[in-house]
């Protein structure tokens, strides 16, 4: 199968570039390969062929464009003065962005962000930087805080992070968070309030040894 063949040659390309941060990119940035991280990490996408969700994409994907935050912004200090205030330097861009239509979602859709992470273990949380990716996606998306119709427009978002050098116990993993619902106490109306299910974040987790890479593992494993 021509996608198959395709998919598989790409793992071995990121197999030898990934520690070049633009050529990954623009790897995974390649529509099949995208599709194929769809597949298997968007719920929403489990049944659908890779040819049905190639042309759900829309448009061509910003890579390293689109800004996370600006990284020149003032962050307030509760008792201290904003001239006194900590000012970033550093503006920080999605690796890859882009929009999925789904079809049970109607005109709505979903913006979907993937990134590469080669060092797996960092100064912060990764979980913790991928809600954040979560949030932000979904909060710029209102633009006025006083319209309701801006909350009831809100497109769904994924932030999907693929991860190597991994610990090796977690090779070959794929991980997802998400927002749950929860009746603590009573049952509320099963009709009501149905679209909370609105930021996911997920962890697909790849090799352990970063220069000696199984590729046939790789290739199973993304056909799984």
Known sequence: M???TNIAKV???VSLKARYDTEVKKVLSDVQILAWILKYAVREFKDSSIKEIIACIEGEPEVAVCPVHSGHYIVPVEGISTEAAELASKKVTYDIRFK???PEFGPLGMIINVEAQNKFYESYDLVS?????????LSTQ????????EYNNLQKVYSIWICLDVPVNSEYTITGYRMKREDIYGCMDSR???RYDLMELVMIC???????????RERDFLKC
């Open 192 to 194: 009501a309030n149905q």
């Open 142 to 149: 209102v633009r006025n805080e006083e319209a309701a119709s």
């Open 2 to 4: 021509q996608l198959e």
């Open 129 to 137: 930087r991928g809600v954040f990716y979560c949030a932000r996606m």
């Open 100 to 102: 999925a239509a789904v």
């Open 11 to 13: 793992v071995d390309e």
């Open 206 to 216: 790849l090799y352990n040894v970063p220069y000696k890479v199984d590729t046939t």
